[in-house]
């Protein structure tokens, strides 16, 4: 049986400078087990299966798999996944909103300035972390109590614990431990100076399923996340632009903006540089 893969970039300033997801489409003869097994032997972080969909709302269906789990949601595998969608109907190429199904529901997509974004999710777990919870992320990241700013769950599905540091520099400053007895998924952004574009510095740190701490080259979840934070606590106030990847040699750029509903959006460019067919599953 064969089934079409495309190879996309999202979030990236520039060809390949950003983060790769695959996405396979017609995957409906695909059962979990082997959309988990397809996911590992990939080794990228997540891989995204686009469906017809289920919801008479909704345009497409996509499951999301990381190299341990299925994900509710995530930023870039939805970019991505309607991108690869949207190209394989020529008709819908300028499509103003799309819905998107998925484990965490319907997530709405609509055209900005050239680029797609998504509406950022409620999260379902928020609030500030409990002393023991701040330790943690605080070990893993090797910095000072007195370092963090602030800190919060800002869980939109992956599990994110955030931490706003003094500054972008602080940020990029960081050498997580390489390895974790537990599973923990922690996000950490500092402001760049006046003036500069971007305005955020923005890195992820999550364990793998075997335990070693890896570093997310660009995350659109977290990125919402984060925008709904710094919004809600005045922080920003107006559209901005977080840069993430940097310390990987990528050149990740987030545009963040808040409409007059409060919604926050996320978007960024997608690219596709492999398009090819999967055989032998």
Known sequence: MTFAIHMVDVFGSGALSGNP???VTGADALNTHDMQRLTRWLNLSETAFVFAPRHPEADYRVRIFTLDREMPFA???TLG?????LSAHNRLEHKAAIVQECGAGLVQ????RGRLAFAAPPLIRSGPPTPPE?????QLLGIDASDILDAAWIDNGPGWLGIRLLSA???LSLHPARRWRTRIDVGVIGPHANGSDPGFEVRAFFSDHL?????????????ASFAQWLFATGMVHGDYIAAQGTC??????IYLSRDDAHQVWVGGETRTHIEGALRGL
């Not at 997509?109 to 900005?112: A, G, I, M, P, V």
């Open 169 to 171: 520099e602080k940020v």
């Open 248 to 253: 990987l040699g990528r050149q990740g750029r």
């Open 21 to 23: 997801l695959a996405v």
């Open 134 to 138: 701040l330790d943690e992320a605080r």
């Open 75 to 77: 930023g870039h595998p």
């Open 109 to 112: 997509l609509r055209r900005d």
């Open 211 to 223: 335990g070693a701490i890896v570093e997310d080259p660009v995350t659109g979840s977290l990125n």
């Open 81 to 85: 996944s309607c991108h690869v969608w």
